[in-house]
Every structure is written in C-alpha cells, then in structure tokens.
C-alpha cells in the first residue's frame, strides 16, 4: 500500500484535540486511530504494539541479523489535528495527473497559484485537497502513513536495519505531544519527527518561546471628578501595547527574526489583561525580549503605583539546536538521504514550535523531517502522492 492510500484512510478519523481540555489525550476521538494504528502495526509484524492511558502509541521492529549494535532509530508522529479549522467529516479529494493551476475547492474556496507558487511545481503529481469545508489532516497523519509505510517497505524489500523505534502521540497541536512519551520504553537514540512541510524539508531550530501576561488594576472613581485620580485600566493596556516596538510583530518578521504577538486584550476600567507569545530563534534576544517586557512592568508601576501592574511570564520551549549540535550527524544524515532522491535540501528554521524541540530538551535530540504537504490547519492544506512516496524513501534510507 502507498502511503497516500494510508493516509486517506486515517485522514477520516476525527482526531481533533482540545486546547481548552485539562485530560489527556484532550479528546477521546484520538483513540479512534490509535486504536486502528495498533492493529495496522501488529498486522505488519510489530508485535509489541500498544497504545497506553494517555494515547501513546509505541512499537519496535528489531534489527535485523547483524545490525544489532546499529543505533536505535525513533520515528515520531503525532495523532491529533489543528483545533484551528475543522477536522471532522473531511473529504479528501484527488487530482490526479494535476495541472499546475488553480483549483476550485468548491464552498468559495480556490486553491490558487498567486497565494501558492508551488503549485506550478506539482504538475503531473496526484494532488490531494480537501473539499473547502475543513483542514485535510495530512498535518500529521502523512508523518503516520509514512512511517506505516516505511516499516511494509522495509520489510518487502529486506533491507537490513537496527532496531526502530516508533511513537505516535496526542496533542502535539496543542503543546503536549512529548510531555508524558514514555523515553525509556521507546528505548531510541536519537529520533526523527517526521511533521514538516515539503519533502525535501528539514528543521533543527525553532524558536525559544514564552507567553507573557500583564495584568493591570485601575482605579474607578466618577469621570467627573477624576482628575488625578482615576487610573484607566483598559488605556494602561493600551499604552504597555504601544511601549512594545511596532516593527517586531509576526507581520512584519520572517526567517529567524523574533517578535511580540499580542494575542488577547480586554478589561474595563477597573481590571485589564494583555497576553503576549514571545518568540526569537537567538537566546539572547529572546531574553532581552523578556527583559523588555520586565522593564514596562517597573515603568508603568513608577508611573502609576506599584502593583498597578503585574507581569508574568511561563517559558514554553526553547531552541532544540542546542541539543542537535552536539549530534549534527543525525541532521547530515538526513540531509544526504534527502539530496539522493535527487531534491535540494530545504534547511529552514522553524517558526514555532515542535515535539522534536521538547525531546530534545528531554535527552532525545530529535531534528524534524518534511511529510510533503503545504499549508496545514486549514482548509487549503494539500499534499501529493508523490512527495509522500519521496518521504518513505527518505526515512528507509536513513535506516539503512
């Protein structure tokens, strides 16, 4: 079976995770193709296959003859989709022999040329889209049909390997996919996710990140008799907003540059809150980034009284190549596997954040290959057969 006839089977599945959930997994729809990737993995011979509480999915297929002191190899991929878009009732749709032009999704939506110059570059390929009603899924369940796929390859063709190690995982969508996998059961050196975009893709930096929240107490009195004593909670947040350099936003970054992002603001006179993620692939201008957001807090508190604002700052992950340095071999590896399938290597940093970054950071340095799709967590997602199938070749390479 290809790996795009995989994927059109689990991209069915409804595995959405919820952001706003304290469980884990955040939804129990993601048992749904947990449960269904268990029996897949045992009907390809990986007997320990199993799925545990939290909806870890795990197995290993030994070495074979004479790879025994080979490394130990994890291939990770995560089950859930994007709460940004619905994943529910999707309808993959194929292309076959695809023209390079834009495409009519149906629902308003067009899949156009002028947003995705890539497009051009898929000609002849078999192009899978959705209907225009919800996100396709291939973000990540083209990472799970692919290394499904791998381990049937492997297996066909006989090709000798050391022991690999497989984990699909919940909630990586929402920040969770490696916080409870279980490091001493999947039992790998050192791993790949296979999670990214185009299939000639791979990632080893991402950004260090936090979020930041300011919280601001006013003072309330009548507006008519306010002077120099009512302090305009809501305007405060406002001015901690334009205190913040206008030039580093999402909007006007890219590559490894940083930014602020607000996120949320709301509040009234009386109370007020401004939430922020804070992002920089460089660790020094990422702390000075967050030592900028502390010294807004020790301004406006001289301004205006202290306590009148309140900052707090929870770190959510950091630069995984850090960890990738000392094992750069992992990345030069994939790197030569990408190029033998005849693809330019497309080195990027990632701008956000990855399930790769926390393994690393937990001792599994753990870079992030392409899955051959484009435009994930919405409707206008798609991927193609073809770049799959060059994804399957890559992973099998790297094993051999």
Do not use: W
């Given at each position: 079976m290809r790996a795009y006839e995989r994927l059109l089977n689990y991209v069915v599945i409804h595995t959405t995770s919820d952001e706003k959930s304290d469980t884990v997994p955040s939804t129990k729809r993601q048992f749904d193709l947990a449960n269904l990737?268990?029996?897949?993995?045992?009907?390809?011979?990986?007997?320990?296959?199993?799925?545990?509480?939290?909806?870890?999915?795990?197995?290993?297929?030994?070495?074979?003859?004479?790879?025994?002191?080979?490394?130990?190899?994890?291939?990770?991929?995560?089950?859930?989709?994007?709460?940004?878009?619905s994943g529910e009732n999707v309808h993959p749709?194929?292309?076959?022999?695809?023209?390079g032009k834009?495409?009519?999704?149906?629902?308003?939506?067009?899949?156009?040329?002028?947003?995705?110059?890539?497009?051009?570059?898929?000609?002849?390929?078999?192009?899978?889209?959705?209907?225009?009603?919800?996100?396709?899924?291939?973000?990540?369940?083209?990472?799970?049909?692919?290394?499904?796929?791998?381990?049937?390859?492997?297996?066909?063709?006989?090709?000798?390997?050391?022991?690999?190690?497989?984990?699909?995982?919940p909630d990586e969508e929402i920040g969770h996919g490696a916080s409870l996998l279980d490091l001493e059961k999947l039992d790998a050196d050192f791993g790949y996710t296979v999670d990214g975009g185009p299939e000639n893709e791979i990632e080893y930096e991402n950004f260090n990140a936090a979020k930041a929240v300011f919280k601001v107490r006013g003072v309330s009195v009548h507006p008519g008799d306010a002077k120099n004593r009512m302090i305009n909670a809501a305007l405060v947040a406002c001015e901690i907003s334009l205190m913040l350099p206008s030039a580093e936003t999402p909007a006007h970054t890219e590559?490894?540059?940083?930014?602020?992002?607000?996120?949320?603001?709301?509040?009234?006179?009386?109370?007020?809150?401004?939430?922020?993620?804070?992002?920089?692939?460089?660790?020094?201008?990422?702390?000075?980034?967050?030592?900028?957001?502390?010294?807004?807090?020790?301004?406006?508190?001289?301004?205006?009284?202290?306590?009148?604002?309140?900052?707090?700052?929870?770190?959510?992950?950091?630069?995984?190549?850090?960890?990738?340095?000392?094992?750069?071999?992992?990345?030069?590896?994939?790197?030569?596997?990408?190029?033998?399938?005849?693809?330019?290597?497309?080195?990027?940093?990632?701008?956000?954040?990855?399930d790769g970054a926390q393994l690393s950071f937990r001792g599994l340095p753990c870079p992030n290959l392409g899955t051959g799709g484009y435009a994930f967590h919405g409707p206008f997602e798609h991927i193609t057969a073809e770049g799959m199938d060059a994804v399957v070749n890559i992973i099998s390479s790297i094993l051999e």
């Open positions: 990737l268990v029996k897949e993995m045992k009907e390809l011979g990986i007997e320990d296959a199993s799925v545990d509480e939290n909806c870890y999915v795990l197995g290993h297929v030994p070495a074979t003859k004479g790879c025994e002191n080979a490394p130990k190899i994890g291939f990770i991929a995560h089950l859930d989709t994007a709460p940004d878009s749709i194929l292309h076959e022999n695809y023209d834009d495409v009519d999704l149906g629902n308003g939506r067009v899949l156009t040329t002028e947003l995705f110059p890539h497009l051009k570059d898929l000609k002849g390929r078999t192009l899978i889209t959705t209907d225009g009603t919800t996100l396709l899924g291939a973000d990540d369940k083209s990472g799970i049909a692919e290394i499904m796929t791998m381990v049937e390859e492997l297996e066909k063709q006989n090709i000798p390997h050391g022991k690999i190690c497989i984990a699909f995982t590559d490894r540059e940083g930014f602020y992002h607000l996120t949320d603001i709301n509040g009234d006179v009386e109370n007020a809150k401004i939430e922020y993620i804070i992002r920089d692939h460089d660790a020094s201008l990422f702390n000075a980034k967050l030592e900028t957001l502390r010294k807004i807090e020790k301004i406006l508190n001289e301004k205006y009284g202290e306590g009148t604002v309140a900052l707090s700052v929870t770190e959510q992950y950091r630069n995984m190549i850090e960890k990738i340095r000392p094992h750069i071999h992992i990345v030069e590896t994939a790197k030569k596997c990408i190029a033998d399938q005849g693809l330019a290597v497309k080195d990027v940093p990632i701008r956000g954040g990855t």
